[in-house]
């Protein structure tokens, strides 16, 4: 079963656009959540092959886009909702993470489908810092796997603070679509106003269930030293090393190949291996 764009709708919020691969069997299956990153979507580059490798492994693969990434029903790639865009910010991720985990756990016909004592969430890059809080926070996850993950939502260097809260807005040049994305200062103000949750470190230092980090020696992106950091902070995590890649894992977007780059696989085997509770 591939169902695409199917939509989480919520009460004065914007809803959810969100994906489910799963083998119909009637049987559960390890459930997976995967969490795209900063200026990223479901539908990038090749997370439906990602996701299609996860569902023949035997798992409930689902993904989403935050709610205020950019995208639309209309359309779910890309940018084109410029001002919900600059209305994201951390807390409001988190509360997509929470609404699309209850919402697959609570929808009828998956019932049979999935194992709800074995729930696993993944993220790349941005969305790995908000899976490891999310995980150090709420007991139903069991693993959590990190793919190019930042060891701090603090990423407000080179801003002009004083300039930013004066005008309301700063933005960010998007490379490949040449966007300027706005970030308003409710951004900053939402990190501020709740520093104590978002510590990634602190909530990796409480995790007591397996914990994968996965990241490239040579990412140019997010430093693999942050890798380090992430692993150093809980003994019990294990660090994989993916040499020859960068900080997606060699794929681009579009991604037009009926197969995965081989640095990727290999990222997908490891995390496939750990929600399977098999070596890695």
Not at 167 to 193: A, C
Request: contains cysteine.
């Amino acid at each position: 079963m591939t169902k695409k764009n199917l939509v989480l709708s919520k009460k004065e919020a914007k809803p959810i656009i969100f994906d489910a691969f799963y083998q119909k069997t009637g049987l559960g299956k390890p459930l997976v959540i995967f969490c795209h990153g900063y200026k990223g979507f479901k539908d990038w580059g090749a997370w439906d092959l990602v996701a299609n490798a996860f569902m023949e492994a035997g798992c409930f693969f689902v993904k989403f886009n935050f709610s205020h990434n950019g995208g639309t029903l209309e359309q779910p790639f890309d940018f084109p909702d410029l001002n919900a865009f600059a209305e994201n910010n951390y807390s409001k991720e988190l509360e997509d993470l929470e609404n699309i985990l209850n919402h697959i756990l609570s929808t009828e016909e998956y019932q049979n489908e999935l194992d709800s004592k074995n729930i696993s969430l993944i993220g790349h890059s941005r969305g790995g810092g908000i899976v490891t809080i999310k995980a150090a926070e709420d007991s139903r996850i069991t693993k959590v796997i990190t793919w190019a993950g930042i060891s701090s939502l603090d990423r407000f260097d080179g801003f002009d603070l004083e300039a930013w809260k004066r005008e309301g807005v700063v933005h960010v040049l998007n490379g490949r679509t040449k966007q300027q994305m706005p970030h308003n200062f409710q951004f900053y103000k939402d990190y501020i106003n709740n520093e104590v949750r978002l510590n990634i470190k602190k909530a990796v230092q409480r995790l007591e269930i397996p914990h994968l980090i996965i990241h490239a020696k040579d990412d140019q992106a997010v430093a693999f030293s942050e890798a380090e950091s992430l692993h150093s902070w809980n003994t019990r995590s294990e660090l994989k090393t993916i040499t020859k890649s960068n900080h997606v894992f060699n794929c681009r977007h579009p991604w037009t190949e009926d197969f995965l780059p081989e640095q990727l696989k290999q990222v997908v085997d490891s995390s496939i291996s750990l929600v399977n509770d098999l070596p890695y």
